[in-house]
């Protein structure tokens, strides 16, 4: 069955510190790719997709991802880390073949912003 | 903006209640989905619905039914709430164009705690 795996529970780095968020999916064909961000209290914010094409792909808020085919990953970025940063994101993959449109998620990854 | 809302913030209901989460979405979206969502397993979908009164089931169903009668809302129910469904419950929609996926919108979440 498809999967998604986000390996880090928890990453804590320094405010002006880059950022790098693993995400690794699990399936034969490539998939729709997303991050999301959740705020505390807060529902899901999309910070970027990937469809197609370019494989480096840029989102709000400063992020990047990119995703690489021969490591079936879509690893999110941030070269400088601002104290608003601190949320949870989440990868999440849409599969077009299986005729369902929902999304699948990671487990997520807590981010902590040190000063 | 796309906007989705849910009809309660946070809930407090006791074991055996019929429990009903409201969620209405301003955009005319086809495609609309029920997660919940627990530390350590992301969020997981219940059930969502391809357009008014369609609706199929997610990965984790069972306990829960859905009503879908205007385009606009989607009701997920709890016919018999049990204290292992405390749990955040996030709505999403999306719109569905020519079989294209987008992203997902969520609204804010329902905090539910059963008693």
């Known amino acids: 069955a498809q999967s998604v795996t986000q390996p880090d529970i928890h990453i804590t780095v320094s405010e002006g510190a880059s950022l790098e968020l693993r995400c690794n999916y699990s399936?034969?064909?490539?998939?729709?790719l997303f991050w999301y961000v959740q705020s505390p209290g807060q529902g899901l914010q999309l910070l970027l997709k990937?469809?197609?094409?370019?494989?480096l792909v840029q989102g709000i808020k400063g992020f990047e991802a990119e995703f690489k085919r021969s490591q079936s990953s879509f690893n999110l970025r941030k070269p400088s880390v601002h104290w608003s940063d601190a949320a949870e994101y989440f990868c999440?993959?849409?599969?077009?073949?299986?005729?369902?449109?929902?999304?699948?998620f990671g487990s997520g990854t807590r981010l902590q912003v040190q000063p | 903006d796309v906007k989705v809302t849910q009809s309660s913030r946070y809930l407090v209901k006791r074991t055996g209640e019929k429990v009903f989460l409201e969620c209405v979405q301003d955009?005319?979206?086809?495609?609309m989905f029920w997660y919940r969502q627990d530390p350590g397993l992301g969020l997981r979908l219940i059930y969502f619905?391809?357009?008014?009164?369609?609706?199929e089931k997610g990965d984790i169903p069972e306990g829960y039914s859905v009503s879908r009668e205007k385009k606009e809302r989607f009701s997920l129910i709890l016919e018999s709430a049990s204290t292992n469904q405390t749990s955040m419950y996030l709505c999403a929609s999306r719109p569905l164009a020519g079989g294209l996926v987008y992203e997902q919108y969520f609204g804010p979440g329902t905090r539910l705690t059963v008693t």
């Open positions: 955009m005319d979206h086809e495609n």
């Open positions: 399936y034969g064909a490539t998939p729709y």
């Open positions: 990937y469809f197609s094409g370019d494989t």
């Open positions: 619905s391809y357009d008014v009164k369609m609706k």
């Open positions: 999440a993959v849409a599969l077009m073949d299986t005729g369902r449109r929902a999304l699948t």
